[in-house]
């Protein structure tokens, strides 16, 4: 009983931090379907060695025997290829969605194990028993109605995962009694590692030759194409250890379910659920909801009531198992449990990510903050409190030179940052045209600007929220998926809200309303969701929109050109704003000073953190105003904007002119 008590401890520490690393490689870094397969097939090789070193060498020749068995190989095809599909919807559900809502769906698995069983085995559960699982599916119903931001195919994955899931189990239960295995004098936990290696390897080889032809159908794919050599590093480093968690939590599984029937194993996956739901708001800073913790309380409720009144088994095939029952040798489950203990520490990346900041044992990039339509680190609704925030626009690395090289603007960034961490703002918001370089011109070129202004900001004070913005250099004048894909993966969401101190923030994909191109689904996604956001009856004190290009420069009715947007869309955009109580709109583009006011809305645009564009005196809506690029502390600059309980002040200052301390 202790040792299994131990295998399921460590069962659920590993799983825990395999959905922290794949969560962190397969969002943040947008990793490729190879990179996936890397992992399982090095998974499968550290469960061979495993199988060699916890097994003597007669065991091993017995071991052999068995693998060469017909029957036994017969019956390994349907559990790998299960295996591999669970893997593979997993890990898709992951990517397209957070590791709470994931792993809240998957919370539902008993309900498939109960169905499975019935049509498979034959096995019906009392009405005692479907109550309890029927109670742990309601938890998990209660938790995901919580998550108003969903993305509906990822949780399709994570639903699909939980078939697979249930029919490897089901499957693999079955297999434990092929007549090879009963008569082959193993140890429950010796058939265990065997069957996960046979599964481990087979699922590999289905992965591989179903990958051609996912590829195929997706040429491109929505994972980081050029990674600079750091963040390559991290992602080789985070694969490792993906590795290791994943096989070790898989041979716990197992052993685990040699032990138990496939609908307790199913309830206990749901306890452990509700660990990695809440170990991993923990370890990300997250916060759970009161919604969520009353669904997943009763989730658990569920799992421990049916752990009181699940029936002893009838003799089937599924309760039929060799002779021996233990579960490995000591030193493998002691190796296990330590292993999940020292690992947190172990799986920090040799090369910190650049902007990389430590939240209990798990890296989260700064410039990924911005996923499902929030900011990770700016969720709070609290009572309106003074405070400021700062401005940086058009860092732009590469105008000043053409793409050629871009140390001036880099020297700005770094003088901003130093700024920053001086006067400890509530958030930093960087409007847009992170880099010169757009993404369809030179894609090493444009890899090369985001990584040298990503380790600049990633000197900023990991208590400063970052906000960042999207601007046409970002995403081309013309959006097309690969270069909204690539932005994703470099910055997070493109629009999003955030809420702090009193105040909300709404930042707009200000280039969907010039020319959304490919993407045209997106931009009305966008504005039904800016709408509705602004609808919201959430109080707040202020309310700011953060775009790149400014709807007017002075006046809400001027001429169209091309700083401004179109004179019809302007309209309508503006009157939503001001019909939602915003007290003012923020924006870069035009690289100088420009502002003005609708009604009670002010129109704040600001001049460039890197290279300002001299004004020729010509019509200042369109291109002819823009003379040579300077650069310099005497003409970049920032802005500071103190938000009052009644009103906000701002003020841009050149680099070289910074007060000392910004008083609210």
């Not at 020749?61 to 693998?67: G, K, L, S």
Request: hydrophobic residues 45%; aromatic residues 10%; glycine residues 8%.
């Amino acid at each position: 009983m202790i040792k299994l008590f131990l295998v399921g401890l460590a069962w659920f520490s590993h799983s825990l931090q395999f959905a922290l690393c794949a969560s962190e490689l397969l969002k943040s870094r947008r990793a490729s379907a190879y990179e996936s397969l890397l992992y399982q097939l090095a998974a499968g090789g550290i469960g061979a060695l495993v199988v060699l070193l916890a097994t003597s060498f007669a065991r091993r020749r017995a071991i052999w025997q068995c693998t060469t068995d017909a029957e036994l190989l017969k019956a390994t095809i349907l559990p790998a290829g299960t295996y591999a599909l669970t893997v593979w919807s997993t890990n898709a559900a992951l990517q397209g969605t957070s590791i709470g809502l994931t792993f809240i769906i998957k919370a539902v698995e008993p309900l498939f194990a109960v169905v499975l069983v019935v049509l498979l085995v034959g096995i019906y559960p009392t009405s005692k028993e479907l109550l309890a699982v029927f109670v742990a599916v309601a938890g998990c119903v209660v938790t995901v109605a919580s998550n108003l931001e969903v993305e509906w195919m990822a949780v399709a994955f994570a639903f699909a995962s939980n078939l697979f899931q249930q029919l490897r189990n089901i499957l693999g239960k079955r297999s434990m009694t092929i007549p090879s295995l009963m008569d082959s004098g193993l140890s429950k936990g010796e058939v265990s590692l065997l069957l996960v290696m046979l599964w481990s390897f087979g699922g590999v080889l289905l992965s591989l030759a179903l990958t051609p032809a996912l590829l195929y159908l997706n040429p491109e794919p929505a994972f980081v194409t050029h990674e600079s050599p750091i963040h390559k590093a991290h992602s080789t480093h985070m694969v490792q250890w993906m590795a290791i968690h994943f096989s070790t939590y898989q041979i716990c599984s197992i052993l685990v379910l040699s032990a138990v029937t496939p609908v307790m194993h199913s309830l206990a996956n749901s306890l452990k659920r509700g660990i990695i739901i809440f170990g991993s708001a923990l370890a990300l800073g997250l916060a759970i909801s009161t919604q969520q913790g009353v669904g997943i309380t009763i989730t658990l409720v569920g799992v421990y009531c049916y752990s009181l009144w699940k029936q002893a088994p009838a003799p089937t095939t599924l309760s039929k198992s060799p002779q021996k029952t233990d579960l490995g040798p000591w030193w493998l489950v002691i190796t296990t449990v330590a292993l999940s203990l020292i690992s947190g520490i172990a799986v920090q990346p040799h090369a910190p990510l650049p902007g990389s900041f430590q939240a209990g044992q798990v890296n989260v990039t700064k410039f990924h903050a911005a996923h499902h339509r929030q900011h990770t680190q700016l969720q709070t609704d609290e009572t309106f409190e003074p405070h400021f925030f700062i401005v940086l626009a058009d860092p732009q690395l590469g105008l000043y030179h053409a793409n050629e090289k871009w140390q001036e603007e880099l020297d700005m960034v770094k003088a901003s940052v130093e700024h920053i961490n001086r006067l400890k703002p509530a958030y930093v918001v960087i409007a847009g045209d992170l880099a010169h370089c757009q993404p369809s011109n030179n894609a090493d070129v444009r890899r090369r600007q985001v990584a040298d202004l990503q380790a600049a900001l990633a000197k900023v004070d990991n208590s400063i929220p970052l906000v960042f913005v999207s601007g046409n250099h970002d995403l081309g004048n013309r959006v097309t998926r690969a270069s909204l894909r690539q932005y994703h993966a470099d910055f997070g969401d493109d629009f999003f809200r955030f809420s702090i101190k009193g105040t909300q923030g709404f930042v707009l994909n200000t280039q969907f309303f010039e020319d959304a191109g490919e993407c045209k689904v997106e931009a009305a996604t966008q504005r039904a969701w800016f709408e509705e956001a602004l609808a919201d009856s959430t109080l707040a004190r202020h309310r700011f929109v953060f775009g790149h290009i400014p709807p007017f420069i002075y006046q809400p009715d001027e001429d169209d050109g091309y700083f401004n947007m179109e004179p019809g869309l302007r309209t309508d955009l503006l009157k939503l704003a001001k019909e939602g109580g915003v007290s003012a709109w923020f924006a870069g583009h035009y690289h100088r000073e420009a502002g003005g006011r609708d009604e009670n809305m002010e129109m704040i645009t600001t001049s460039s953190v890197g290279s300002a564009l001299s004004d020729t005196g010509l019509d200042p809506l369109g291109k002819e105003s823009c003379g040579p690029p300077q650069v310099g502390v005497e003409v970049s600059g920032l802005r500071v904007v103190v938000v009052k309980a009644d009103s906000i002040e701002h003020q841009f200052y050149v680099l070289g002119m910074v007060p000392a301390k910004v008083h609210v």
